[in-house]
């Protein structure tokens, strides 16, 4: 998924995205949402998924991974959320040639 990212403090339209898509995945037990979610750690971002039972792995209990560097050092910008499955651990890979990002690798259990 890719979230629009918004300047300032106006991350109202991402906030509905992401609402829509949480929506959208409730029929299903086992999920996985990934990808550039324009997701810093003082936003409303986190608390979204964490509410609606989803864990993090960037800027969570695993650690910050800052996956922007060019304009986001500090930032965890992309990100992994998962329900109905524990996320066992998190890495990244840092590259400078696949993307301007760097991606996120995570072990994934499934809940019995």
């Known amino acids: 998924m890719h979230l629009k990212h918004v300047n300032g403090d106006d991350d109202a339209e991402a906030i509905k995205a992401l609402n829509s898509l949480i929506s959208l995945l409730s029929p299903y037990e086992k999920v996985v949402i990934c990808g550039d979610m324009n997701m810093l750690s003082d936003k409303n971002h986190f608390s979204t998924l964490t509410s ?9 209990a695993f650690g910050a991974f800052p996956t922007y560097l060019r304009d986001y050092p500090n930032k965890c910008v992309d990100n992994i959320a998962a329900r109905g499955l524990n ?26």
Do not use: K, Q
């Not at 039972?53 to 800027?59: D, F, P, R, T, V």
């Open 87 to 112: 996320i066992l651990d998190v890495r990244m890979i840092e590259t400078s040639y696949a993307s301007d990002h760097n991606p996120l690798v995570c072990r994934l259990v499934v809940n019995e």
């Open 52 to 60: 609606a039972g989803y864990s993090i792995a960037n800027c969570g």
